[in-house]
C-alpha cells in the first residue's frame, strides 16, 4: 500500500506525456545561495548572511529555505516556531514564497524595546497585528501557525506555541477576524529570517485547522 | 375577494394544482453525508451532517424561454449558509441548433463541473476536483451558448464566460478580474454496440485582479450499458492540467485525474471504485531539482439506488500524500452518503 501513488501513476501512462512536457521547467527559482544546512531534521539553503547552526539552535543574521517545498503554490501548511528575542532582533517565517525566500506570507515577530511586535505581510502589504499579541513575552516567542495559501486572500491562524486545541477561537489572531490578509503566496517555499535572533525549533506538516463543511 | 384568492393560491400549492396550470415544478434534494477516520489523527469530520439541502424551481417562462432557480443551504464551521447556485433564463427555441442561458449556473465544462453535487456518482470529492475547481464546483453569472453542429457525427459545442469576481467557494463578492472567467467544452457522442459514451474537452481561463492566472484544460469521458432499465456498467473520467501563476511568481504545472468503473446488479446494488491521482509535475525544491510528489487516493463503494428519488452508499477511502524526500502520508476513512428528492426533478444529462 505504500507505494500506491506509484502504482496509480505508473497506470496513468496517458498522463505521463503531459508531465514529460512540463517537467523541463527552468530553474529560474533556484535558491542562489550556495551554503545549506540541517536543522531540526530540515535543510535549509542560506540566501542571505551566514548562519551559525548547531544542533539546538540557530544564530545570526542570515535568510534561508527549505529545500524541501510545500505541496503547492495554492496550499496550506502548518508551521510552528521557537526562538528568542534580544531587543531589535526579528524573526520571520515565510510561507509560500519564493526560493530567495520573497513573495510569500510572512510573519515577523520582533522584540521592539522589549514590546512585542507582530507583523503580518501578504501581497506586498505589511500589516501590524501585535494588537492580537498584547502583554505576551516579546524575549521567548514560540507559535504554531496555519498558513491557507489555497483560499483568497490566504488565511492565517496563529496560535501559542503549546496550544493543541487548533481551533479559530483558541487563535490569538485569525486573519479572517483580527485583520484580513493583503493577498497570497506567490511561490512553494518556506523559510526563515533572523536578524540577532536565535532559532530553537521550527518545522512544517499538514495544516491543523480544516474548515467544516 | 383578495382572501379567497389568497386561500385559492395556498390551497393550489399545497395540492400541487400550480404545477398543473404553470409547468412550475419544484423539488428538495438533500445529500446527507458522514466520514469517520480510522487513524489518530486523520482529518475526517467524523460526523454525520447534512452536506446540503437544496430547492429547485424550474418552469417554461412562455414559448420561448425556460428558467430554474436553485438554492442551497449547507453548513460551514456550525454556521448556516444559504446561496444561490442557480438563476438562470434560458431558450433552446429561437435559433435552430443553438441552446443558450443566461444568468447564474454552474458552468458547463467537464463533468463533475455540470452537476449538482448530490447527483454526483460518488461521495467524496476527487483531489482534482477540489483543487482545480473547489469542492462544489464553479458556479458564476454569466452567459453560456451551445451550438449542435450539423456534421455527419454528434458534436456539441459550448462557449461561456462570467464575471469571474470570485474563483470558487467565497463568501464575498470578490474583485473585477483582469480578464473574464471563460470557458469551452466540445462534447461528442458514439456508440460501441450497446456501450455508449460521451467523450469531451474542456478549456477553462480566468485571470484574477491580483494577476494570479489560470489556464485549464481537461478530458472527459462518460460510457453506459444499459440492461432494460439496469444501468450494468458506468465509466466517468476526467483528467485535467492545470497552469497556475500567482501574481509575481513562478507558473506551476499541476496534473490530475479520478476514474470511476462501476458494476450495476439487477436490485439496485452497485459495486464502484474511484482512483484519484494529482501531481505537480513543476515542484522544484530549492536547488532546483524535481520534486517526486503526488496525491493518490483509491476509493471502493457499495451502493444502492432503489429508485431515480433515493441513493444509499457506502465507501473506504484510502488516500495517500506523497512529497519526497520526506515519508508519504496516508489517510484511511469511511464515508457514507444518503440523498434523496422530494419532487420532480428535470431531465438529466447523459
Keep these: ?213 | 375577494m383578495l382572501r379567497v384568492s389568497f386561500l385559492c393560491l395556498l390551497l393550489g400549492a399545497a395540492t400541487g394544482q400550480a404545477q398543473d396550470r404553470t409547468g412550475l415544478k419544484t423539488s428538495v434534494a438533500v445529500d446527507l453525508v458522514g466520514e469517520y477516520g480510522t487513524k489518530a489523527g486523520s482529518q475526517a469530520n467524523d460526523k454525520f451532517v447534512p452536506r446540503s439541502v437544496e430547492m429547485m424551481f424550474y418552469a417554461p417562462v412562455d414559448h420561448l424561454f425556460d428558467a430554474r432557480v436553485s438554492a442551497a443551504a449547507h453548513q460551514e464551521n456550525g454556521q448556516a449558509m444559504f446561496e444561490v447556485h442557480e438563476a438562470y433564463i434560458s431558450s433552446d427555441k429561437m435559433v435552430d441548433g443553438v441552446k443558450w442561458r443566461m444568468g447564474q449556473f454552474f458552468l458547463g465544462f467537464g463533468r463533475l463541473n455540470r452537476f449538482h453535487q448530490h447527483e454526483w456518482p460518488f461521495i467524496s470529492v476527487p483531489k482534482v476536483q477540489s483543487t482545480f475547481f473547489d469542492d462544489e464546483g464553479l458556479f458564476d453569472s454569466g452567459v453560456e451558448v451551445s451550438y449542435l453542429t450539423p456534421l455527419p457525427f454528434f458534436l456539441d459545442v459550448t462557449a461561456g464566460m462570467s464575471n469571474g469576481y470570485v474563483y470558487g467557494h467565497a463568501h464575498n463578492a470578490g474583485t473585477k478580474p483582469i480578464s473574464p472567467l471563460a470557458w469551452m467544452h466540445l462534447k461528442s457522442f458514439f456508440s460501441l454496440g450497446a456501450l455508449d459514451f460521451q467523450p469531451g474537452l474542456s478549456l477553462v481561463q480566468h485571470t484574477a485582479s491580483d494577476g494570479t492566472a489560470r489556464s485549464l484544460a481537461g478530458f472527459d469521458l462518460t460510457g453506459k450499458l444499459r440492461k432494460g432499465k439496469v444501468l450494468r456498467f458506468f465509466w466517468q473520467s476526467e483528467m485535467w492540467q492545470r497552469s497556475y501563476t500567482a501574481a509575481g511568481g513562478s507558473e506551476e504545472i499541476s496534473t490530475g485525474a479520478y476514474f470511476y468503473p462501476q458494476y450495476g446488479f439487477d436490485n439496485g446494488i452497485t459495486l464502484g471504485m474511484r482512483v484519484d491521482y494529482l501531481t505537480v509535475n513543476s515542484l522544484r525544491d530549492a536547488s532546483g531539482k524535481k520534486v517526486v510528489n503526488s496525491e493518490s487516493a483509491l476509493v471502493p463503494q457499495l451502493g444502492y439506488r432503489p429508485s431515480e428519488f433515493s441513493n444509499l452508499r457506502l465507501a473506504y477511502r484510502f488516500e495517500q500524500k506523497e512529497l519526497q524526500p520526506q515519508a508519504a502520508e496516508s489517510n484511511e476513512v469511511v464515508e457514507f452518503q444518503i440523498t434523496y428528492m422530494l419532487g420532480a426533478h428535470p431531465a438529466h444529462d447523459f
Excluded: R
Design chain 1, 1 to 213: 500500500m505504500v507505494s500506491l501513488s506509484k502504482k496509480i501513476s505508473k497506470s496513468f501512462l496517458y498522463l505521463s506525456a503531459a508531465v514529460l512536457l512540463n517537467s523541463c521547467g527552468s530553474d529560474e527559482d533556484a535558491a542562489t545561495g550556495s551554503s545549506g544546512f540541517t536543522f531540526k531534521s530540515s535543510q535549509f539553503n542560506t540566501v542571505t548572511g551566514t548562519p551559525t547552526s548547531t544542533d539546538t539552535q540557530v544564530t545570526g543574521d542570515a535568510s534561508f529555505v527549505a529545500n524541501t517545498p510545500l505541496s503547492a503554490v495554492a496550499s496550506g501548511s502548518h508551521f510552528s516556531f521557537a526562538s528568542t528575542l534580544e531587543a531589535g532582533s526579528y524573526v520571520t517565517l515565510t510561507a509560500n514564497g519564493s526560493a530567495q525566500n520573497s513573495g510569500g506570507v510572512a510573519l515577523k515577530f520582533e522584540n521592539s524595546d522589549n514590546v512585542l511586535k507582530v507583523t503580518m505581510t501578504a501581497g506586498g502589504t505589511d500589516k501590524d497585528i501585535s494588537s492580537s499579541f498584547s502583554g505576551l513575552s516579546a524575549t521567548n516567542v514560540s507559535y504554531s501557525m496555519d498558513v491557507h495559501n489555497d483560499e483568497t486572500p490566504a488565511h492565517v491562524l496563529i496560535w501559542a506555541g503549546d496550544e493543541t486545541d487548533y481551533a479559530e477561537a483558541k487563535a490569538k489572531f485569525n486573519s479572517e477576524e483580527d485583520g484580513v490578509a493583503d493577498g497570497n503566496g506567490t511561490g512553494s517555499y518556506w523559510g526563515v529570517e533572523l536578524k540577532s535572533a536565535t532559532l530553537t525549533a521550527v518545522s512544517v506538516g499538514e495544516v491543523k485547522f480544516e474548515e467544516e463543511d
